[in-house]
């Protein structure tokens, strides 16, 4: 660590924050001390030290009070808290953890312990912000792709609809436009991911049939390219109450997964019937169903992806109390996605 961290000791024994400090400037920490915990708290918002040594007997605000303090601050919500106390009762130790500490000391000190234990949560404190810093980064940079992928796609999209129109069809224009398609839904996902905090729900009653026959429609290119007809079958006719952005993650990738896996020249069921929706397909199966859900999860021979589709819908169904059932073997893989009563309506 060649950081110069700052710790502060606050303690209303002075005999206990001086030999703190005497153990502390060994390893060349800033060390700040005070035997005022109002101070300590006050001045910490102006200047936040990295690491807080914190006793819990004190006269007039005990250690725990001002740790549920520092909390509310977001400044100093994330610095790591080490009780010190006399106290050696397993009922203090677990109510300073309960209260936010990472660690807990007791007296009388010994040197090296104290030492070791302020080194490795200044570690832990380190590596944590480096991966804070790291997820910062990584939502810019999918934002970024995000804007540079839009409109090259639209782009696409627009000039093989105009070709089509002049020249007619053609093999080539389908295999074009299906690859566009899977980059679209590739970008679908990763807009729903960097979105879905922020984004309002809209819940409204969607009509499954309509909702399922657009998605179909969608796909019609893809699943073309390795000559596999969609077939959906209506068992029993309902809808869902729940946001449309929601349900088109949860089916498109579903149908998008099962084209990928399934042997050219051959079927995807679509099966609407009483409460749920089951998507079926004829193809390689699931290596290992317990980890398909799983985020980055690919299976060997999958060529294209993020491996986000599959994690998003299960956060999705989650959310929603929807409840997944797959089943799969060497000759294909079904999911069945079955609906909480709250969120159906007859037609």
């Known amino acids: 660590m060649n950081k110069n961290y700052t710790v502060l000791i606050i303690d209303d024994k002075k005999e206990n924050l001086k030999y703190l400090n005497e153990i502390l400037k060994d390893e060349k920490y800033t060390v700040k001390a005070s035997t005022d915990a109002n101070f300590a708290i006050n001045s910490s918002k102006i200047n936040p030290p990295d690491l807080i ?27 790591p808290i080490i009780f010190i106390s006399a106290l050696d009762d397993i009922n203090s130790k677990v109510k300073a953890f309960e209260e936010g500490g990472v660690d807990y000391i007791t007296k009388p000190f010994e040197k090296e312990e104290v030492k070791a234990r302020i080194k490795t949560q200044l570690k832990l404190f380190e590596k944590k912000q480096t991966i804070e810093n790291l997820l910062i980064q990584q939502d810019f940079f999918l934002k970024k792709i995000i804007h540079e992928m839009n409109t090259p796609l639209s782009i696409i999209s627009l000039n093989i609809d105009n070709l089509e129109t002049q020249l007619g069809p053609k093999e080539q224009f389908e295999a074009i436009k299906a690859s566009s398609k899977s980059l679209s839904s590739i970008y679908n996902d990763l807009y729903y991911l960097t979105k879905k905090e922020k984004r309002t729900q809209e819940i409204e009653s ?12 969608f796909f019609d290119e893809m699943a073309n390219i390795k000559n596999i007809d969609i077939e959906l079958s209506i068992h029993s006719e309902f809808s869902v109450i729940m946001d449309k952005n929601d349900l088109e993650r949860v089916i498109d990738n579903t149908i998008s997964n099962a084209i990928k896996y399934s042997n050219e020249n051959s079927i995807i069921d679509i099966i609407l019937d009483k409460n749920y ?21 690919q299976q060997k021979n999958a060529n294209i992806g993020l491996g986000l589709g599959l994690s998003i819908v299960k956060d999705i ?20 996605y079955t609906f909480p009563q709250n969120l159906t309506k007859e037609n």
């Open 53 to 79: 040594l914190l006793d819990i007997k004190m006269p007039e605000i005990n250690g725990f009070e001002v740790c549920k303090l520092l909390k509310k601050e977001n400044k100093l919500k994330d610095i």
């Open 206 to 217: 969607i009509n499954l049939i309509n909702f399922l026959s657009s998605r179909v429609m």
């Open 277 to 297: 929706i089951e998507i079926k397909d004829f193809g390689t199966g699931i290596e290992d169903t317990n980890v398909v859900f799983n985020p980055y999860y």
């Open 317 to 336: 169904c989650d959310r929603y109390e929807i409840k997944i059932n797959v089943n799969s073997d060497n000759n294909g893989t079904s999911f069945i």
